[in-house]
């Protein structure tokens, strides 16, 4: 027998993975490349060379106990202090190794934080549309989500008044995702002072600590010369979660990393517990060869280009077809106005013609869906003459 809390998540299992098991199930009946499968964003892009090199010369090279054995609950001293290097000569930041626990990429990076942090019954706060993972995370720890409206009016720009009005003395977290899954909006710097502003200023009235984590698997994937700024340097109790899943295009090697800086009250605390919740919720450490590989491979990301290459042609394309897109920023989603107000009918519509999107009601908004188009070229522009079909049957394709 299942348990409660658990038979309410299998009935609300992901949107986004039944669409891409059903990905699955469409390209057996009619082959891999007549399907269109923008669910999931499973990167397709080339992962750079220097990984597969680093895990060659790593598995050649070095010994057992290390690349296979377990490593401290924090991770490898080594790695977190290469780690830091790069990233204070990038950011011209402060860090140390210790700022640093090593996680199984973003998802166990949010689990542990959220498990260090969170009392039962404590709010975390998140801006629709929101990584639906959020919700679960949450609620993982006896949490509570409270959820900021989509601010269609604002490109999605969170509206920072209504963020004030929801803080409160049960407030122990803000969520921060930027670029934005599943909007494609970056947030400058001016929206990120006026977001540590509200936050300061709620900390010293509630008297209480309120932690802004920051997800940033997207980090590195900008365009138009866009720049994501470095969070930690704006607000003081920020936590930082990474994730290579997106940057070097390994999602199922399942690496990352958790920053607590120094100027976080009772940071020491905060890394002890962080480091234990890893080892008490079952991650123990992340992988050893991939903590490794990821330390010789600092400085590098995929080819942007690529998916730049894909936003272009998609984004200019839908729009021609007469769809109202979000014209992405940053990471890999394009998130489309669905043209009948149901954004789940129009996901089904669309799989007529094995075009597989995400409705985005489970991202806390309803009335879009969301593209990833970090997939081959080849499907995107195989994908068009579907589009425009789907175009033509909503009678929004003006020739
Ligand atoms: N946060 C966001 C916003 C994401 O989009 C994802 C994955 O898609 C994650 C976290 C989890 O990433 P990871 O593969 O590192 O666990």
Do not use: W
């Not at 605390?269 to 590989?293: H, W």
Request: proline residues 4%; glycine residues 6%; hydrophobic residues 35%.
């Amino acid at each position: 027998m299942i348990s409660d809390k658990m038979k309410e998540l299998v009935k609300n299992n992901s949107v986004i993975r039944e669409m891409f098991e059903e990905g699955k199930k469409l390209k057996k009946i009619y082959g891999e490349e007549n399907v269109f499968d923008f669910s999931l964003g499973n990167p397709s892009t080339p992962v750079p060379s220097k990984v597969k090199d680093s895990i060659i010369e790593l598995l050649e090279n070095e010994k057992q106990n290390i690349i296979h054995g377990y490593t401290s609950n924090n991770g490898f001293e080594d790695v977190r202090d290469a780690l830091a290097k790069s990233l204070n000569k990038k950011y011209n930041t402060n860090f140390k190794s210790d700022n640093f626990i090593m996680t199984v990429g973003a998802a166990s990076g949010l689990n542990i934080v959220l498990k260090s942090i969170l009392n039962k019954d404590e709010e975390v706060i998140v801006f629709a549309p929101y990584f639906s993972e959020y919700k679960c995370y949450i609620e993982n720890y006896d949490g509570k989500i409270v959820v900021i409206s989509p601010n269609e009016g604002n490109n999605f720009v969170p509206d920072l008044k209504e963020l004030e009005s929801k803080i409160n003395n049960k407030t122990r977290g803000v969520i921060i995702n930027n670029p934005n899954n599943p909007t494609g909006v970056v947030y400058d710097e001016s929206f990120i002072k006026k977001l540590s502003e509200v936050l300061m200023k709620k900390e010293k009235e509630l008297e209480r600590d309120i932690y802004l984590i920051s997800d940033e698997p997207y980090r590195e994937i900008v365009f138009d010369g866009k720049e994501v700024p470095f969070i930690t340097k704006y607000y003081k109790d920020t936590i930082v979660v990474y994730s290579y899943s997106k940057s070097l295009a390994i999602p199922g090697e399942r690496i990352g990393y958790v920053i607590v800086q120094d100027e976080v009250k009772d940071s020491k605390d905060l890394i002890t517990a962080i480091t234990i919740a890893n080892r008490v919720i079952g991650c123990v450490n992340a992988p050893s060869l991939m903590q490794k590989v990821v330390s010789k491979c600092t400085d590098i990301t995929c080819d942007m280009n690529i998916y730049d290459k894909n936003r272009k042609l998609l984004y200019s394309k839908l729009k021609e077809y007469g769809f109202k897109c979000i014209k992405p920023e940053g990471a890999f989603y394009l998130f489309v106005k669905s043209p009948s107000e149901d954004d789940k009918e129009f996901a089904s519509r669309a799989k007529k013609y094995n075009i597989l999107v995400v409705p985005a009601y489970s991202f806390g908004c309803k009335g879009y869906v969301r593209i990833a188009y970090c997939t081959s070229f080849n499907t995107i522009e195989k994908s068009l003459k579907s589009f425009k079909k789907l175009a033509e049957e909503y009678g929004i394709y003006k020739k």
